[in-house]
């Protein structure tokens, strides 16, 4: 953003005034990311012991299912692979707990079971589908809403 001042101020895209209050929203942006780096790791301990949070490291039962998602062709990054692969197992433990359904917010778009134009990924919500995890998309867990089908009794299973 910086260089692109530069050039933009010499070729006179953006007066001095713009240019200014740019390098000042920056300065706030990094200064704001920089004291969220430094508290981080004390983030990541308040989120250890949070009400309804649990971490889990990777099983095996999760790597393996990560390389057998690749002969699907989801067209997922290999860290979206093992954070899918992760959230289908967990689900697996809790529908065996007893747990019938389970949902969450995803923001990525690369692991929400629809395309931009809300058009269904048949693959991704398929596995979503047969775990009984619903997918929302905003973190107030409304949208999209669940239809009154949901969840359909499982007519296929994920076999890897």
């Known amino acids: 953003m910086r260089q692109f001042l530069l050039w933009a101020r010499d070729a006179g895209i953006v007066n001095a005034a713009e240019d200014e209050t740019s390098r000042r929203v920056l300065d706030r942006m990094e200064g704001r990311v920089k004291v969220d780096l430094e508290r981080l790791d004390e983030t990541f301990e308040k ?28 067209d997922l990054k290999p860290f979206d692979q093992a954070i899918l692969a992760a959230i289908l197992v967990q689900g697996k433990r809790l529908r065996a707990e007893g747990v ?45 809403p669940k239809p009154g089908n949901w969840p359909k009794p499982p007519d296929r299973t994920f076999q890897p």
């Open 47 to 74: 989120l250890k012991v949070a009400d309804g949070v649990e971490i889990f490291n990777l099983s095996q039962e999760m790597l393996h299912l990560c390389a057998e998602l690749s002969y699907l062709k989801l």
């Open 100 to 144: 019938e359904e389970t949902a969450f917010c995803e923001l990525d778009s690369d692991l929400q079971p629809w395309d931009k134009d809300s058009n269904r990924k048949e693959r991704l919500a398929d596995l979503y589908d047969d775990a009984h995890i619903w997918v929302y998309r905003d973190f107030l867990l409304q949208a999209p």
